[in-house]
């Protein structure tokens, strides 16, 4: 599989204002975050809400420009937000939102909210184009005359997705694109999306606080905390050995009826991205925090298992190798 988009080192600061005295306050949303996205593989993200995962997203599609750090789509960086080189890229990935509705216009029919993509891209337009990226994304062509309100919540999720199809996208990120429908609904675009994946070799960011749902559609899983990926790898490996004390306390959450241990209850304060503890920003929730983890921040580096890990005690060597 060949690299789409790399991201490295990117860093995303809000300025806020708090108090009556109206005092500044930044927020680091995203920390110095690197990922690397293939062709036709799925990257999943997952964390707490607040983590800076969508973010990340909207850095990755380059509808927000990073602080610092690049986003690479093809080793050219991306080009500067607003102009003609940004909206030719821009057609090549496209978003799912958590809301469909939202995502929708309430006031155009879906066939024309389908349709409007193409017509602003130059692409191949009418009602028989229309109607087979209503098919692809699981709709029936009458579906084109519809309204948002007129449709079911995962009909719309599937509208939402059959309009971001128009543009042929390359890169497909889905914020939470499950998270709003009913259960009966989720797995069914789950599988829609891997269905579209595997026909049209999409590369895609799945962004997600439900570790199940993530390892469904996933071929490689960033565990991201306070705008940091704190572990990266194989999603068979990720959750049934997690080396992060914060993936594993995310994994023991996951109810599984045949579970042996018991589930991991993070103490101390959520994390906050404006006030970022010092070293190892998980140290006021970690069980296993020393004295080390006060100071120094831990580098995401690999191990001889391939997966990528930012602990301190994630490194250490194996037994077996140091006999
Ligand atoms: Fe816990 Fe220290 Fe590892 Fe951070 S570096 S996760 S505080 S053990």
């Not at 017509?119 to 337009?125: D, E, K, Q, T």
């Not at 789950?190 to 997600?208: D, H, P, T, V, Y």
């Not at 705008?227 to 992060?244: C, F, M, N, Q, S």
């Not at 914060?246 to 009826?257: E, Q, T």
Request: glycine fraction near 8%; aromatic fraction near 2%.
């Amino acid at each position: 599989m060949s690299v789409l988009l790399q991201a490295r080192d990117l860093v995303r600061l809000y300025r806020l204002r708090r108090g009556i005295f109206g005092r500044a306050v930044e927020l680091r949303a995203v920390d110095g975050l690197s990922l690397t996205l293939q062709r036709g593989r799925t990257l999943g993200l997952v964390g707490e809400s607040g983590c800076g995962k969508s973010t990340t997203g909207r850095l990755v599609l380059g509808l927000e420009a990073p602080d610092a750090g690049q986003v690479q789509v093809d080793g050219a960086p991306m080009p500067p937000i607003g102009g003609r080189a940004w909206r030719q890229q821009r057609a090549r990935m496209q978003m799912v939102f958590q809301d469909p509705l939202g995502a929708l216009d309430r006031r155009l029919s879906i066939g024309a909210q389908v349709e409007e993509p193409l017509i602003i891209h130059g692409l191949p337009a009418g009602p028989a184009r229309v109607a087979e990226l209503l098919m692809e994304a699981g709709l029936r062509p009458d579906h084109a005359q519809r309204y948002p309100h007129e449709l079911s919540g995962g009909q719309r999720q599937r509208a939402v997705l059959a309009r971001a199809l128009a543009t042929a996208p390359e890169l497909l990120v889905c914020d939470e694109p499950i998270s709003a429908l009913d259960v009966s609904i989720q797995a069914q675009v789950m599988n829609l999306l891997m269905e579209l994946q595997a026909r049209r070799g999409m590369a895609m960011l799945f962004i997600s606080h439900d570790l199940r749902a993530v390892r469904q559609v996933s071929h490689r899983i960033a565990v991201m905390y306070l705008g940091r990926i704190v572990e990266e790898g194989e999603p068979d490996e990720v959750l049934k050995t997690p080396a992060h004390p914060y993936a594993r306390a995310l994994v023991s959450a996951i109810p599984h009826p045949g579970r042996r241990g018991r589930r991991i209850l993070l103490t101390g304060d959520p994390p906050n991205p404006a006030d970022r503890p010092s070293g190892c920003a998980f140290h006021p929730r970690c069980a296993e925090a020393v004295a080390r983890c006060r100071t120094e921040a831990p580098v995401l580096r690999p191990r001889p298992d391939g997966r990528l890990v930012a602990c301190h005690l994630a490194h250490a060597p194996l037994l077996s190798q140091v006999a």
